[in-house]
């Protein structure tokens, strides 16, 4: 058997490749924004990082702000993910609602998720992105509450799609207010009792 058809060596496919690149672009984009914000990063850093050229960026991302917002989502879906085993310890709807509220006015990635947000306003390309993703925010809550709430017998006093959507829009909104320069700290925000989930 000739090298050349070593099933090993098999070129990969253009399109395969495509999707590898653009995955591997928005990954090392995320570690960097992650580390120093969007507005210290350039487009041939995350280059660099990803093994690509500058314009393989625009190419999959149209510009540095669009990575941005793809990557700022990323991010905080990973986040918000990793705040489910928290609720799950808890044993009591109080300590379930005081324990996620501080986790997620906590989270280093909400402040990048409202930059995206706000980006994402300006840029009506990019509108349809922060959509989704927030939609998958929502989605991916309702699911987890609605499953700690059977598990647990607990109940909420409205929908289970209003709670997480209320909850996260008081968590966007409270960091965007912080963003904004206004002084206080974040205990001054009662996230928790924004949560109505109780016994029944």
Do not use: C
């Amino acid at each position: 058997m000739s090298t050349a058809n070593r099933p090993s060596e098999v070129a990969e496919p253009p399109r395969a490749r495509g999707r590898r690149t653009r995955a591997q672009i928005l990954e090392r984009a995320a570690d960097l924004f992650a580390a120093r914000g969007g507005d210290a990063v350039s487009v041939a850093e995350i280059a660099a990082a990803a093994g690509a050229h500058p314009h393989q960026i625009t190419y999959y991302f149209t510009s540095k702000d669009g990575l941005f917002v793809h990557a700022a989502f990323l991010l905080l879906l990973r986040d918000a993910a990793r705040l489910e085993p928290l609720g799950r310890r808890q044993r009591t709807p109080e300590s379930f609602r005081i324990v996620l509220a501080r986790a997620a006015l906590a989270l280093p990635t909400v402040p990048l998720a409202v930059q995206a947000m706000s980006i994402a306003g300006r840029r009506p390309e990019l509108r349809a992105v922060a959509q989704h993703n927030l939609a998958i925010l929502f989605r991916q809550a309702e699911r987890y509450l609605t499953g700690v709430m059977t598990r647990r017998g607990w109940v909420v006093d409205r929908t289970p799609e209003a709670e997480t959507r209320t909850f996260w829009s008081t968590v966007l909104g409270a960091r965007l207010v912080s963003e904004s320069g206004f002084g206080g700290r974040s205990d001054d925000i009662d996230l928790a009792g924004v949560l109505t989930i109780r016994l029944p």
